[in-house]
């Protein structure tokens, strides 16, 4: 057989073979099987050194040639098959951009009414310039009842509840807060004495103008009371405070909270052993229809317990009564909520029931404002 047959032979097997190659390792191996040290194309090249000088003139070329052709045939058809395999990637990894976003769980979850209402009423009095307050959940009872003027033995203290502890190893007595009011004492000590570290960010000394948003425990238990609550305290200590300002405060709260243009407001005689006079503030309503309507009709509902603070209060936080006065009150958040966004079961809240969440809960990112909007 002569050479140029051998080559037309190669030519023709390896061609089909590189055309026959469905993927990259298939085209590799004839790479290897015709270019490699034993492929047949090399061992073609190999005779070339056995050769007469003058048939190497000519079988040098064109077996080079056959080994270049082969070369360049493989390059192409590698071409060819990264592009169709970089199709097919493209064609099975195709995105539809589309479609609706997955829902991340930042949209997904919902604010409990309850935070959302803390954060109302903590906007709206910031914005009056109103300080926040804290104090401890487990409370002594002399910041619960003895500072606030509750005697001992006075049956205020039992109309409470009470979720009494036992006492601290100094005979300290304990008690689950029956409401905020004690961080009306620890906001005022904080004139004289530092109460631990961390409970306040109120005032150092008057004026005083603080609110203090927090959980309350009563032992207590039905359609609207459960045995931890949340109430929000407020209280203003300066030289000349007094009931016109209280009253202007719960208005103006009260229209931004509920979101309406204006308010009526019917104060009650009422007592509390921490503030004289005491009064219980009723919003007028209208209850005629499924919804109760705050700022209309010819209704009245409790909202409110306030007061002038006592003298006695006062002196058991080493202000003298006869430089300071002020004025104080407490509400139900859970309460405010209800009312604001009709939910009338308040057990609900407690619940952890994700389709009631989804229903009265609301967005993570909405944070009420009043530039904003309140619940919006
Ligand atoms: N602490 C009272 C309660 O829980 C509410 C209250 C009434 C708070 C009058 C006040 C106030 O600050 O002045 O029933």
Known sequence: MSLQDDIARLRTELTGAIAAATDEAGLD??????????GSVSALLATLGSMAPEDRKTAGPAINGLKNEISAAIDARGADLRGAALDARLAAE???????????PTTEGRIHPISQVWD?????????GFKIAEGPDIETDWYNFTALNFPEGHPAREMHDTFFLQPGPDGTKKVLRTHTSPVQIRSMLRANEKPAAGYLTGAVEPPIR?????RTYRHDSDQTHTPMFHQVEGLVIDK????????????????????V???????????????????????????????????????????????????????????????????????GIDRLAMLKYGMNDL????????????HYGFKAFDMPTLFGGLSS
Not at 243 to 257: C, D, H, P, S, Y
Not at 263 to 270: E, Q, W
Request: aromatic share 12%; charged share 25%; with cysteine.
């Open 210 to 214: 603080i609110i203090a948003p927090g």
């Open 94 to 104: 195709r995105l539809d951009v589309t479609l609706p976003v997955k829902a991340a």
């Open 261 to 331: 243009p204006g308010v009526t407001l019917r104060f009650r005689p009422s007592f509390f052993p921490f503030t004289e006079p005491s009064m219980e503030v009723d919003v007028q309503c209208d209850r005629s229809g499924a919804e109760v309507k705050i700022g209309e009709g010819s209704d009245w509902l409790e909202i409110l317990g306030c007061g002038m603070v006592h003298p006695n209060v006062l002196r058991n936080c080493g202000l003298d009564p006869d430089v300071y006065q002020g004025f104080a009150w407490g509400m």
């Open 120 to 128: 109302e009423i903590t906007a709206i009095f910031s914005d009056m």
């Open 29 to 38: 191996a004839v790479r290897v099987a015709a270019l490699g040290k034993k």
């Open 347 to 358: 057990r609900a809240f407690f619940d952890a029931d994700k389709r009631w969440l989804d």
């Open 240 to 259: 000349e405070s007094h009931i016109g300002q209280l009253r202007w405060v719960l208005e103006e709260f009260l229209k931004a909270f509920f979101e």
